[in-house]
């Protein structure tokens, strides 16, 4: 197993930055990417964006590409979200996940954090 914490979260007001960390623990070899969702209240957990732990590769959704950056270091074990030009509709509780696939679907990911606030002002 996996284990992970993000951390990063808090209160901004639109347009702003923000970046996210998710600490990785444990058997990090055994997954092949690392990716970030959220979920908004009363919403479902929405896939942002992947990276392959090894090569680096990236896929972004829709919704956040050109805004969002995702990175790795992987001789830290540690991922993050580089958050750009918030908006209100960026509010959400925010995680982390690990696969042993490549893959959107939340239900591919084995492991998850705990989650971090993210909660952008109008």
């Known amino acids: 197993q996996v284990q992970l914490v993000e951390s990063g979260g808090g209160l901004v007001q639109a347009g702003a930055s923000l970046r996210l960390s998710c600490a990785a623990s444990g058997r990090t070899y055994t997954r092949y990417a690392m990716g970030w969702f959220r979920q908004a209240p009363g919403k479902e957990r929405e896939f942002l964006a992947r990276?392959?732990?090894?090569?680096?590769?990236?896929y972004y959704t829709d919704s956040v590409r050109g805004r969002f950056t995702i990175s790795r270091d992987s001789a830290k074990n540690m991922m993050y979200l580089q958050m750009n030009s918030l908006k209100p509709e960026d509010t959400a509780v925010y995680y982390c996940?690990?696969?042993?696939?490549?893959?959107?679907?939340?239900?591919?990911?084995?492991?998850w954090g705990q989650g971090t606030q993210v909660t952008v002002s109008s």
């Open positions: 990276i392959a732990w090894s090569v680096g590769n990236t």
């Open positions: 996940a690990a696969s042993e696939n490549w893959g959107s679907r939340a239900d591919s990911y084995q492991d």
